[in-house]
């Protein structure tokens, strides 16, 4: 049986398919402090800490804070065995925080994926193409 008689499309119509199917919506979740009453509030908020892309302000139970871009953490069986990794906001080396050391959590910073960026651009493509400029897709060279 062929992939047609299967009911797929041929590979270009699925490709062309998948270019008009919207991105993936965004909380706005700039400004927020989410409710860390139990260790599954806690998980949910810092999985969605990872996926921010913006600085978020870890409060931990000794009263110490740090902030920064969330860029890894490992989810283990308990909170003792998991952590987040942050590139602090002030610089320095990456910390790790232990889950079971974070007493609040902020999402401080702008998050920079938010909005329409990717939209507009491609808005601003089509105006300056159909206007008859010449538009260059590669990147800028770097310094």
Same mark, same amino acid.
């Given at each position: ?49 990872f996926?921010?892309?913006? $600085?978020?302000?870890?409060t ?5 804070? /740090?902030?920064? =871009?969330?860029?890894? !953490?490992?989810? &283990? ?22 889950y ?10 702008? $998050? ?9 651009? /491609?808005?601003? =493509?089509?105006?300056? !193409?159909?206007? &008859? ?11």
């Amino acid at each position: 049986m062929s992939g047609r008689e299967a009911g797929h499309q041929p590979a270009a119509a699925a490709a062309d398919t998948l270019e008009v199917v919207p991105g993936k919506q965004r909380e706005n979740l700039e400004g927020w402090v989410p409710e860390l009453a139990n260790p599954e509030e806690l998980r949910a908020a810092l999985e969605q800490a990872f996926d921010y892309r913006g $600085d978020v302000l870890i409060t931990r139970k000794d009263g110490s804070q /740090v902030e920064g =871009y969330i860029f890894d !953490r490992r989810s &283990g069986h308990s909170l003792q065995d998991s952590f987040v990794r942050v590139l602090p906001k002030s610089g320095g080396g990456k910390v790790s925080v232990n889950y079971a050391e974070i007493a609040g959590l902020a999402f401080s910073g702008r $998050d920079m994926a938010a909005g329409k960026s990717w939209e507009t651009w /491609v808005r601003q =493509y089509w105006e300056k !193409r159909t206007a &008859g400029e010449h538009i260059s897709l590669h990147p800028e060279e770097l310094e």
